[in-house]
């Protein structure tokens, strides 16, 4: 906003550089808790629970707003299909895909998600292509090629990486499914919702494919450990970051979220141990540029491509 006072922008930016920090800890805490015995399903369930539980007390606090719950038809459609690909697939990938790769390769490859956000914008949404667009789609998807060339060299492709790819195209279909069906505009009560019915899908997944997920959920061993990822990585980010978007542009979102996904690659590798080779600094350094370039938004809709992925990708 042009008018916003220098110290409410600076707030704003401080929201948002955490918010993006604390979502991509998240590879970090997923994988101390697997080499605890923890899987990807009964750790997202247990993620959709503690989340549920306190966005419902958000909204019981609330309540008085009854417009929240005032959805027709095409809300809970696009609800429905949204709790789909970004309440249950995207995510689902994203851990499953995450025991197959490092960390540090899970956040980089991750950045595809602006990429898909703009490619849907323009071929579902009838958005207008722009230069910018196509320049930071090639940046990007060369930083993405980079990380890989060793494994695509000795054509020996990690299993995790089609399923982190696959995480954020159907993050990014999230963002548009949401722009193009829901009107309903209050936000918390759409990712309530979202949230509730991902909670029994994925629930009644376990009872049917992974039983055995429910014991260690029953006996876990840190619950400050499993809190982390839940309350850090999900329900903070999301709140930080939407509430900065209403004051920032779209260049900040761009440079900000750029510049956690660096801090969160050398905070996996000082955690973890991974190791940092001069394939990944090349891949950050083409996909900062990426992301700075594409982080145009979308003017028919004024999607901004770069978004959390978990909570979101919802509206601006």
């Not at 920090?21 to 805490?29: D, Q, R, T, Y």
């Not at 089609?162 to 722009?179: E, Q, R």
């Not at 660096?262 to 350094?285: D, K, P, Q």
Request: proline share 4%; hydrophobic share 55%.
């Amino acid at each position: 906003m042009i008018f916003t006072s220098p110290s409410v922008r600076q707030f704003a930016l401080a929201q948002m550089l955490l918010a993006v920090i604390l979502a991509n800890l998240n590879p970090i805490f997923s994988k101390i808790l697997y080499a605890r015995g923890w899987t990807p399903a009964s750790l997202y369930f247990v993620t959709l629970i503690i989340v549920g539980t306190i966005l419902l007390i958000h909204e019981y606090i609330d309540f008085d707003r009854h417009m929240r719950w005032q959805m027709r038809k095409r809300d809970f459609i696009g609800v429905l299909v949204t709790t789909l690909t970004g309440g249950v697939l995207a995510p689902l990938f994203f851990f499953t895909g995450l025991q197959q790769v490092t960390a540090s390769e899970s956040i980089i490859i991750s950045s595809m998600l602006p990429f898909f956000v703009v490619f849907f914008g323009i071929f579902l949404l009838g958005e207008r292509f722009k230069r910018q667009m196509f320049f930071g789609g090639f940046f990007i998807v060369c930083g993405v090629l980079v990380i890989l060339w060793p494994d695509i060299q000795s054509f020996h492709l990690s299993r995790g990486v089609p399923l982190i790819l696959g995480s954020t195209f159907f993050g990014a279909m999230t963002t548009i499914v949401h722009k193009k069906y829901i009107k309903h505009r209050h936000l918390d009560s759409v990712v309530l919702i979202r949230t509730l019915l991902a909670i029994i899908l994925v629930g009644l997944w376990m009872i049917i494919f992974e039983p055995q997920g429910f014991q260690i959920i029953s006996t876990p061993e840190n619950i400050w450990l499993i809190l982390a990822v839940p309350i850090f990585s999900f329900i903070l980010p999301y709140f930080l970051f939407f509430n900065a978007l209403k004051t920032l542009k779209a260049i900040d979102a761009g440079v900000i979220e750029a510049a956690g996904r660096v801090f969160a690659v050398v905070t996996a590798s000082v955690i973890l141990g991974e190791n940092l080779t001069s394939y990944h600094l090349l891949s950050m350094l083409l996909i900062v540029f990426g992301v700075l370039f594409i982080n145009v938004p979308l003017t028919k809709l004024r999607i901004v491509p770069s978004r959390l992925m978990e909570m979101g990708p919802l509206r601006k």
